[in-house]
T-cell receptor, first 116, second 113 residues
């Protein structure tokens, strides 16, 4: 119930295209859903995050779509650029007490390659 | 730069040894989290401290321990090291107890030989 399932494992997109990465969760107590971007040799960097009271959040070229009833959320990268080539992780956490309190549960990651 | 500082960046040590990884959180952040990243397990939560107190534990081995000091920096101690402990260890910090933006350091790459 603690898992966050992410797909696809890898994604190749042409420059200017739309990259879409999907995540699904089971724990209905999750109430915070961030996305992280990680370049080789670097730590994950927070890209954008959403809470379940909204269905969509946009920041620049990055948009999170959230479907609470389906327990799914996705990251859309518009006008994808070669500089976006990185590994992307979705994550989820809960403000409820217990052993899950505060921790981020990560998806397995998606390696995005944007060709020029 | 996330503002989270981890030292050392790289560490090579032998099996059976003990090492200490250090993390300085962003100024003002009271929470420190430790994560382990490996190819087969992905990013796994180890432990969370908030203002000096342990708040949550993940699948942290008994050979591993951590603490957060009064100045809010944190140390992760790994002992009786095994080859399988080779991984990237990340520290993250956030201002609140939960569900606030967490910022990651650059990580410590541990290689056990």
């Amino acid at each position: 119930q603690q898992q966050v399932k992410q797909s696809p494992q890898s994604l190749i997109v042409q420059k200017g295209g739309i990259s879409i990465i999907n995540c699904a969760y089971e724990n209905t107590a999750f109430d915070y859903f961030p996305w992280y971007q990680q370049f080789p040799g670097k730590g994950p960097a927070l890209l954008i995050a959403i809470r379940p009271d909204v269905s969509e959040k946009k920041e620049g070229r990055f948009t999170i779509s959230f479907n609470k009833s389906a327990k799914q959320f996705s990251l859309h990268i518009m006008d994808s650029q070669p500089g976006d080539s990185a590994t992307y992780f979705c994550a989820a956490s809960t403000n409820a007490g217990g052993t899950s309190y505060g921790k981020l549960t990560f998806g397995q990651g998606t390696i995005l390659t944007v060709h020029p | 730069d996330s503002g989270v500082t981890q030292t050392p960046k790289h560490l090579i040590t032998a099996t059976g040894q003990r090492v200490t990884l250090r993390c300085s959180p962003r100024s003002g952040d009271l929470s420190v989290y430790w994560y382990q990243q490996s190819l087969d397990q992905g990013l796994q939560f180890l432990i969370h401290y908030y203002n000096g107190e342990e708040r949550a534990k993940g699948n942290i081995l008994e050979r591993f321990s951590a603490q957060q000091f009064p100045d809010l920096h944190s140390e992760l101690n790994l002992s009786s090291l095994e080859l399988g402990d080779s991984a990237l260890y990340f520290c993250a910090s956030s201002v609140g107890r939960a569900n606030t933006e967490a910022f990651f350091g650059q990580g410590t790459r541990l290689t056990v030989v």
